[in-house]
């Protein structure tokens, strides 16, 4: 018997992987997706229920096609699968002049405002006291302003991973679970994809493997990237339903210093219970296979005394769920989309930190583009993988 030979195997089956195995096969491409896991599951970067979006990009202008076309195919998900994947709840983001300077922008209400106005974006700038009158439950400092978004809000990030690989699934494309991607290796007439469990033939291959992207690529690529470990909480509400998307914007609060940067996330009715907050750490980095889990009780009271209760009314100090998610950075924190640095038979990307998720449905058609048309839509200049070789 011939083993199969598919058009293309995309490995990692996360945020990305999901959306490249869907456009794929959407496309009628024989399609193979590989995950060493069963996504979408809690190990990697995609879980813990919501992810903000928003439409002006302060990170950068390249992203504007993205979450463009990424808010379209939401749209045609929510159609195609009769699921809620979004939920509008407006969105604030909130500094002061003394902000640290957040995704590396100086002052990132500043930038948000002037993008979303060269884009036609709605959004209005809040004082402290118009932040309090419209959003009772926050308690800004009175030197503090906020970029507020109506149409902003959260997507469901589990769902919308479960949604892409049902459907792939639907329209033909194979999805190995538990299989973990042990090497590849391209010839003149493919690439051969190697698991714990078997080997595979395909035309193109795409790496989108998160925080273990660096094991799938070549040496002289690996030391620009790092792995850092986050926390999500869950606090218990006085009243849930004051938190639920119709009534509470997400917010980004981004204080003096980077240490200081926490979100509050909109509760959607179905969703996990408690509200959700998270912050970010950028000081010390770690390893997938090797990252603590557990978050201990000094990090969950650190969340709740230094960064929550000051600023937010309408939190019990009682954590009811914690979680360990993972960021993975490039140095300038900007995404990774660009052939391998030896073959155009495979695809790379891992545009993790803190804010790949709003543009995975986008980057997924994108990675899909390069790996069959040879090119992509749009341009993807700026998330070129020589940045990691330059000075690594
Ligand atoms: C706490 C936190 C909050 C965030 N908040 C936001 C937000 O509000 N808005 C936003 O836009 N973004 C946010 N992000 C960022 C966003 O969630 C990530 O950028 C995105 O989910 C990353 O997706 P990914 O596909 O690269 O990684 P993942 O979804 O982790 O997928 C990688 C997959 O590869 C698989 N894999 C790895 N190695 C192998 C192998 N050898 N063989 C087979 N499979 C393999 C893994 O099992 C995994 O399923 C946040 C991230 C975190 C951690």
């Not at 974006?121 to 926050?138: K, T």
Request: net charge negative; hydrophobic share 40%.
């Amino acid at each position: 018997m011939t083993a199969m030979h598919y058009d293309l195997i995309v490995v990692g089956l996360g945020a990305m992987g999901s959306a490249a195995l869907f456009q794929a096969s959407r496309r009628g491409a024989a399609a193979l997706g590989i995950d060493r896991f069963d996504p979408p599951h809690t190990l990697g970067s995609s879980h813990g229920d919501t992810r903000i979006t928003r439409s002006a990009i302060a990170e950068g202008e390249m992203y504007m096609p993205l979450i463009r076309r990424s808010n379209e195919i939401w749209r045609e998900l929510e159609a195609e699968s009769g699921r809620t994947l979004f939920h509008r709840s407006g969105g604030l983001i909130i500094g002061s002049d003394n902000s640290a300077a957040f995704h590396f922008q100086g002052d990132f209400v500043e930038t948000s405002a002037r993008i979303a106005a060269k884009f036609g974006i709605q959004h209005e700038i809040l004082s402290a006291d118009e932040i309090v009158r419209r959003f009772p439950l926050l308690t800004p400092r009175p030197d503090e302003r906020a970029y507020f978004e109506a149409g902003a809000g959260v997507l469901r990030p589990e769902r919308c991973i479960e949604t892409q690989l049902e459907l792939a699934r639907r329209t033909g494309a194979a999805i190995h679970t538990g299989e973990k991607v042990t090497g590849y290796a391209a010839d003149a007439r493919g690439v051969t994809v190697t698991t714990e469990a078997a080997s595979y033939r395909a035309d193109k291959l795409i790496l989108a493997a998160g925080a273990w992207i660096s094991e799938l690529l070549p040496e002289t690529h690996r030391g620009g990237i790092r792995v850092c470990r986050q926390l999500i909480h869950w606090f218990e509400a006085e009243d849930r339903s004051a938190f639920e998307p119709s009534r509470f914007p997400f917010v980004i609060w981004i204080g003096d210093t980077l240490e200081d940067f926490w979100s509050v996330f909109p509760a959607p009715a179905a969703g996990m219970s408690g509200v959700k907050l998270v912050t970010e750490q950028y000081h010390t980095s770690t390893r997938p296979d090797e990252v603590d889990r557990v978050v201990t009780d000094d990090e969950k009271a650190d969340m709740y005394h230094r960064l929550t209760k000051p600023r937010l009314k309408g939190l019990r100090e009682r954590s009811v769920h914690a979680e360990v998610c993972l960021y993975t950075l490039t140095r300038d924190e900007h995404f990774l989309i660009d052939y391998h640095p030896e073959t155009e038979r495979v695809v790379v990307t891992s545009p993790c930190s803190g804010h790949g998720f709003k543009h995975s449905a986008a980057v997924g058609e994108t990675l899909t583009q390069l790996a069959l048309d040879g090119g992509c839509e749009f341009d993807i200049s700026a998330f070129n993988l020589a940045r990691l070789g330059a000075s690594a």
